[in-house]
């Protein structure tokens, strides 16, 4: 791997993946991975189609599992816990495609994202919810199912946040969305970061916005990660350009 410099911040990470593999049967689609997010942090995985990005983080919620490897959270080891189990360590993931509950209305939704209805939180969390996402207190009696693509987005970024997650894990936000959608949800992503201290971990194909939101960065190809850098310093990268940004990338 090449490290442009040591950026990582010192001290425990919230979030550290060491030595990494994951397999599907036969194939081997994580090949020793190392990454690290730290608190307050927005830290993005940029790489091609097929590169083993959402594999990473499907792995990070304990499905499919690390055969070899760590995964800490917090300094525990989580790696052979059950997902529910994970998921109720303040973790949050909006996968991607943006699976939302086609047939529930978007109150339905969010309501399937909160721990629990009626343990105080509810009413400012959706508030909260509302505020970040005004499409979707509009279309609150809508049903997921019909919402336009940027719409669900923000819906399934909204059901993450309702469960209060100290770290929010985010696959390709931007996946088919039109420029100026994506602008928008990157802004609440930046906005959630400075505000509410939320750290974020981003997997995006969308290289150029990825990593100018991101305080640092990581580029994988085929299972494995190659650099490593702050995203300024990614996005000057002639390696970094010609194989993520050039060609309409962005
Ligand atoms: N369920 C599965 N069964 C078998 N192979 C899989 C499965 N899911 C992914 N793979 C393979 O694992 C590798 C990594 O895929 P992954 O979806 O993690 O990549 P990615 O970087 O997220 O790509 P994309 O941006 O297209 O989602 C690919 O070779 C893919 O074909």
Request: aromatic fraction near 6%; proline fraction near 4%; glycine fraction near 12%.
């Amino acid at each position: 791997m090449s490290a442009i410099e040591a950026t990582s911040p010192a001290g425990e990470p919230l979030l550290a993946v060491r030595g990494v593999q994951t397999f599907y049967g036969k194939i081997q689609a994580l090949r020793g991975v190392d990454v690290d997010v730290h608190e307050g942090e927005i830290v993005t995985l940029i790489g091609a189609n097929g590169a083993g990005k959402s594999t990473l983080m499907m792995t990070i919620c304990g499905n499919p599992r690390a055969s070899t490897g760590q995964i800490l959270y917090r300094g525990e080891d989580i790696t052979h816990l059950p997902t529910h189990d994970i998921m109720s360590k303040s973790i949050a993931q909006s996968p991607e495609g943006r699976r939302v509950f086609a047939r529930m209305t978007v109150m339905e939704n969010l309501q399937m994202g909160a721990i629990l209805e009626d343990d105080g939180y509810f009413d400012d969390d959706l508030r909260k919810v509302f505020e970040l996402f005004p499409r979707l207190k509009e279309r609150r009696g809508q049903r997921g199912g019909t919402l336009s693509g940027g719409e669900q987005q923000m819906l399934a970024i909204g059901r993450a946040l309702m469960s209060r997650p100290k770290l929010l894990l985010l696959d390709e936000p931007s996946l088919g969305l039109a420029p100026l959608i994506v602008k928008q949800i990157f802004e609440v992503i930046r906005e959630l970061n400075r505000n509410e201290g939320l750290t974020v971990f981003l997997v995006e194909q969308n290289a150029f916005h990825a990593l100018r939101l991101a305080h640092r960065g990581y580029v994988m190809v085929n299972g494995a990660i190659t650099m490593t850098g702050s995203g300024r310093e990614l996005l000057a990268r002639d390696e970094v350009r010609s194989a993520y940004l050039e060609g309409g990338a962005h």
